[in-house]
């Protein structure tokens, strides 16, 4: 089993940023893959980013340059940095764990947002 705890949400003007963090424990070991993804009020959930556990990452187009996805193994924590917030961006945010090995594409696994394993969110909210 593997537990997943975000934090970091909260409100920010647009332009603004912020850092979200998803503490991770458990079974951590048998992670192979990480993702952050969202849902606004009235739409369906998406994939913002993946990172594979052993390297390599991946953003959705419409975060790419702005938003970051990173690891601290020592301190086994997932964090994604949002810069330049828009009112676009406003959701809440899920980090998530899959613990299986994927054949497809970045873009295909977000899509599918197959894990095994997901927290309980953390709200952000962009407003001008």
């Known amino acids: 089993q593997v537990q997943l705890v975000e934090s970091g949400g909260g409100s920010v003007q647009t332009g603004g940023s912020l850092t979200l963090s998803c503490a991770v424990s458990g079974y951590t070991s048998g992670i192979i893959y990480m993702g952050w993804f969202r849902q606004a009020p009235g739409k369906e959930r998406e994939g913002v980013a993946g990172?594979?556990?052993?390297?390599?990452?991946y953003h959705v187009e419409s975060v790419k340059g702005r938003f970051i996805i990173s690891q601290d193994k020592a301190r086994k924590t997932l964090s994604l940095e949002m810069n330049s917030l828009k009112s676009e961006d406003t959701a809440t945010y899920y980090c998530?764990?899959?613990?299986?090995?994927?054949?497809?594409?970045?873009?295909?696994?977000?899509?599918?947002?197959?894990?095994?394993?997901w927290g309980q969110g953390t709200q952000v909210t962009v407003s001008s």
């Open positions: 990172l594979l556990m052993s390297g390599g990452r």
């Open positions: 998530a764990a899959r613990t299986s090995q994927y054949d497809g594409s970045w873009s295909d696994l977000l899509g599918s947002a197959d894990f095994d394993y």
